[in-house]
């Protein structure tokens, strides 16, 4: 079959059934193709035709455009501003006042704040207007209404005032998504301090080891929470992450699973509903704390893998400007649309789903299991909450795809305009599974960005085809490109993904940091001056990216750099494989031992039948280098909190390092997990390791 030659629909309503389940579908097939009706009225093309109006610029497509983004700086991101009408009470005097990374200094002299951007959208909405929706497993779909929302948002930014908070102070939480955590986000953001979070899955020195470092002035916490049919009783960790704050003045305590028997963690913590409990504060006599465009606005966390985790801080303008772009040019989102992204508060992407709210998108919440009581049930609340744009991973594609679940077929879908894959690199196959399981006439967007920026660098663009395991084009302002080990870039090869200019959302500081060497020693090292993201990254002659795994995660092979994400995309086709793990060790006298670790399904036993498909595979659809020394059955791989393979700490764990100084098991959803890899490594200690049992 010729590359292009499936074609699952086109975006003008037409053509919605379902691809053929027995079509084949390879590496840059075309999937969809936006048809003139929806290139007409996507945001980007209304952006242009604003540049040429308002601006004298014109375009002739995307990627004309793109190129202009990344080489006018100032001119691109001045016009984000002005189209994205973006409110300061004082205005910048410059787009860039210095250009340098790490340092580059942003609309110099702006002063506003992120959350007023969000509160704005009261004005135009109508009492009984939602602001977000939410469910869970034991809360039915129900919205929560602007006056409601916005008032709580101001209650709260009030008390918080009242207890001393001042801009810059810290503010944790240990919350699940719920709309209590956005208020409580939004209200610290209002008084100009900086927010925190942590998922209530996270173990108490998990979490102290990430809130420590910020010597927070407040904690809000819970007491629980529900997932798959069970409740979570958090107390006694809560109490303990108190205990391990000293810097803490006021615990403001949200039981959720015992609110007859609240049992706060302290004995001085303050009820939710306490300190909810005050007058209505009207929107015209409150003010919001206006702050400079890079004042601190929340600090998310690096997995911290090995280590302590890294405290990334990112600005109020910073994230304000760049999600603008991102969700109103990359995802085509418009006001009263309704997002839904499975995610946990200890996630970039429960801080993305907030962000839609900049453009008056209605914010889905779902807190539980999104397999229980069924694989379907965010299908469900796709359906039922009449979602426009649905985020997911590759991982819950593949549990979907196991169950044989076809949501096309069980639900009425007429709503969805746009899934967006994120999260770990989309294979062919996942991609094609919408197309052949939701409906045809869908765009998908997969994207790539990170923690580290908290947006997306390479991703959708809805006036662009899809094809198949293919990222459609470098986000605007994004200047991505692949760079050879001589620094140099090309195209149609792998290479380190480099960002040669700056971002507004790039971090202001790793927070502790003080002179600043760790954030440079993180990503400016390796090409002094460009951002080293540390993914391997490769551009098509058509600018269609693939994002391939993590570079610090190499497999070099006579000197030849695999990309671990290449070795996944095969196994993800083959039957019985639910997950897997792959590492090169360098040999005393020279040579390499890849290793391939797999996770199979209930029943599935690992042998020389599956073994020889694995190898042929892998030989056929790309090297002989990308075929492992052995393959190994585990129970399971090791992942980190957000889903992440723990690739590094295994390589290191095998090469004799004691799993207490090769990773944080607190920073790990299933910790037990590396026992089995520390006694494969044991057994090595007595065979040479490149004779595998």
């Known amino acids: 079959m010729e590359s292009g030659s499936v074609e699952g629909g086109r975006g003008d309503g037409q053509d919605a059934g379902l691809l053929p389940a027995g079509v084949s579908v390879r590496e840059g097939d075309l999937l969809w193709t936006p048809g003139p009706e929806q290139v007409a009225r996507a945001n980007v093309t209304d952006f242009m035709r604003w540049l040429a109006d308002e601006r004298g610029l014109a375009f002739g497509d995307y990627h004309a455009l793109w190129q202009w983004s990344v080489t006018d700086l100032d001119a691109f991101w001045r016009a984000v501003w002005d189209y994205g009408g973006i409110e300061a009470s004082e ?17 110099p002299g702006a002063r506003l704040n992120y959350a007023e951007h969000i509160l704005r959208h009261e004005r135009d909405a109508g009492p009984e207007e939602d602001a977000l929706l939410f469910a869970g497993e034991t809360v039915p779909l ?7 929302f916005a008032g709580q948002v101001r209650i709260l930014a009030t008390r918080l ?4 908070v001042r801009p810059g102070d810290r503010v944790a939480a240990y919350l699940p998504n719920i709309p209590q955590t956005v208020i409580a986000m939004l209200a610290t953001a209002s008084v ?26 407040v904690l809000v916490c819970t007491d629980g929470y529900r997932y798959g049919g069970r409740d979570y009783d958090r107390r006694a960790e809560t109490a303990q992450i108190a205990a391990g704050l000293p810097s803490l003045e006021h615990v403001i305590y949200l039981p959720l699973l015992h609110p007859e028997d609240p049992c706060p963690p302290t004995g001085d913590a303050l009820s939710w509903d306490e300190v909810m409990d005050h007058a209505a504060i009207p929107a015209t006599s409150f003010g919001f704390q206006q702050v400079p465009f890079g004042h601190p606005l929340w600090i998310l966390f690096s997995s911290g893998t090995t280590g302590l985790p890294k405290a990334i801080t990112h600005s109020h303008g910073g994230i304000l400007i760049e999600q603008l772009k991102l969700q109103r040019f990359h995802m085509d989102l418009r006001p009263g649309m309704r997002m839904l992204f499975y995610t946990t508060t200890g996630w970039m992407m429960w801080n993305f789903l907030v962000s839609s709210m900049l453009l008056g998108v209605r914010p889905v919440l779902y807190d539980g299991n999104p397999a229980y009581p069924g694989p379907d049930v965010l299908w469900r609340l796709v359906q039922d909450a009449q979602v426009t744009f649905f985020g997911a991973s590759p991982a819950y594609v593949d549990a979907l795809n196991r169950a044989g679940i076809v949501p096309g077929r069980r639900f009425k879908l007429s709503a969805l305009r746009t899934v967006m894959l994120a999260g770990s690199p989309v294979s062919a196959e996942c991609s094609a599974w919408f ?9 998908l967007a997969t994207g790539s960005g990170g923690t580290d920026t908290c947006c997306g660098l390479v991703g959708g663009t809805p006036t662009l085809p899809v094809y198949a395991g293919e990222i459609q084009a470098r986000h605007l302002g994004v200047a991505a490109f692949a760079f050879d080990s001589g620094g140099h870039a090309v195209t149609d090869q792998v290479g380190e993904l480099v960002i040669t200019e700056p971002m507004p959302s790039m971090p202001v500081r790793f927070w502790g940091d003080d002179d600043g060497s760790r954030y440079r020693a993180s990503y400016f090292t390796e090409f002094p001056g460009l951002w080293r993201q540390g993914d391997f990254f490769r551009i098509n002659s058509r600018g269609g990216c693939f994002v391939l795994g993590r570079s ?10 695999i990309g671990t994400a290449e070795i996944y995309a095969v196994l993800a086709s083959v039957p019985g494989i639910d997950d897997a793990l792959v590492v090169n060790l360098g040999l005393p006298e020279g040579g390499f031992f890849m290793p391939l670790f797999v996770r199979l399904a209930d029943g599935r036993v690992l042998d020389d039948s599956l073994r020889r498909e694995i190898r042929g595979r892998l030989r056929r659809e790309y090297t002989p280098r990308h075929v492992p020394d052995a393959i190994i059955q585990v129970p399971d791989i090791p992942v980190t909190l957000t889903g992440k393979k723990m690739e590094v700490p295994v390589r290191r764990i095998l090469c004799g390092v004691p799993p207490e100084e090769a990773a944080n098991r607190n920073a790990m959803a299933n910790p037990a997990s590396l026992d089995v890899f ?16």
């Open 552 to 561: 610090d995660a190499t497999l070099n092979r006579d000197g030849v750099r």
């Open 161 to 164: 005032r009242a207890m001393g």
């Open 91 to 107: 205005p910048p005097t410059a787009v860039l006042g210095r250009r340098t990374m790490p340092g580059a200094e942003w609309f």
């Open 435 to 443: 197309y052949r399981n939701v409906k045809r006439d869908l765009w």
């Open 678 to 693: 520390a006694d494969y490594a044991r057994t090595q200690r007595d065979h040479p390791i490149d004779s595998p049992p």
């Open 142 to 148: 129900q919205g929560m209404p602007w006056p409601t």
């Open 192 to 217: 100009g301090a900086i927010w925190a979070s942590c998922s209530p899955d996270f173990g108490w020195r998990g979490v102290t080891d990430r809130f420590r470092q910020l010597t927070p002035k």
